[in-house]
């Protein structure tokens, strides 16, 4: 085989990956969404969700029976709802966010990032690939942004530290914080918890459980 023959035959498999990736783009399933240009214009469009980081690094959708894919600087904010048990509906928000370091290899550092809670203190959920390292090759990195919009990657290491200048001013929720119910695993109920102090400027020495995190117990738990 010569090398104008080798060049040739790589050529053609290339364009044939191509196609049959397009082909398989085609296959994947879509759900209701919208998506926020960078001039504020809001349009709804049919989402076809990736894997979790490629939902951070390229959002694709639907133009006809077309898939458009665009990357995060064309965006604020995109989502989509994905109907699960009982018909109900999970949606998922990403908001275009600039982050210390990126999704997954030769990206860059603007990713569309996961909304977990919104309020005074907002959570976001961002997901990057450690290819390094094959135990847990996709890691979860919690970030929170305050209301003057700094934004705090919390983890084992510094959550007690970051949380308790977080939830300072309510002290029902700071003095739990390291204890049982009250640990890194369980950052989006505190994080809920807190905005709903808060909004709400109940008194802060009594703890008082956010409705969204309503699980049928009391809702109250004075300090004793």
């Known amino acids: 085989m010569n090398l104008r023959t080798a060049i040739f035959l790589m050529l053609s498999l290339f364009v044939t990956l191509a196609f049959m990736d397009k082909d398989m783009d085609k296959g994947k399933p879509t759900y209701p969404g919208f998506l926020i240009w960078n001039d504020g214009i809001k349009e709804t469009a049919n989402i076809q969700p990736g894997s979790i980081t490629d939902n951070e690094v390229k959002i694709k959708y639907l133009v006809g029976k077309k898939v458009i894919t665009i990357k995060p600087d064309k965006l ?11 018909n109900t509906g999970e949606n998922f928000h990403y908001d275009r966010l600039e982050m210390p370091y990126p999704a997954k290899p030769f990206a860059g550092n603007t990713a569309m990032v996961l909304r977990e ?3 005074p203190l907002t959570l976001y959920s961002y997901f990057v690939e450690v290819r390094t ?3 847990n090759p996709v890691q979860h ?8 919009g700094k934004l705090i990657e919390i983890h084992q290491e510094n959550f007690k530290k970051e949380l308790g200048l977080l939830f300072k001013d309510y002290r029902a929720l700071h003095k739990r914080i390291g204890t ?25 020495e009594i703890y008082k459980v956010s409705p969204e995190n309503w699980d049928g117990e ?3 738990s004075s300090d004793e």
């Open 218 to 220: 009391n809702h109250t």
């Open 76 to 86: 604020k904010s995109y989502g989509y709802t994905k109907k699960v048990a009982n």
């Open 133 to 135: 390292d094959r135990k």
């Open 117 to 119: 809670v919104t309020g």
């Open 180 to 204: 049982k119910g009250f640990e890194l695993k369980n950052l989006r109920r505190m994080v809920r918890d807190y905005n709903y102090w808060k909004t709400r400027g109940h008194n802060g």
């Open 141 to 148: 990195r919690p970030h929170v942004k305050t209301e003057q």
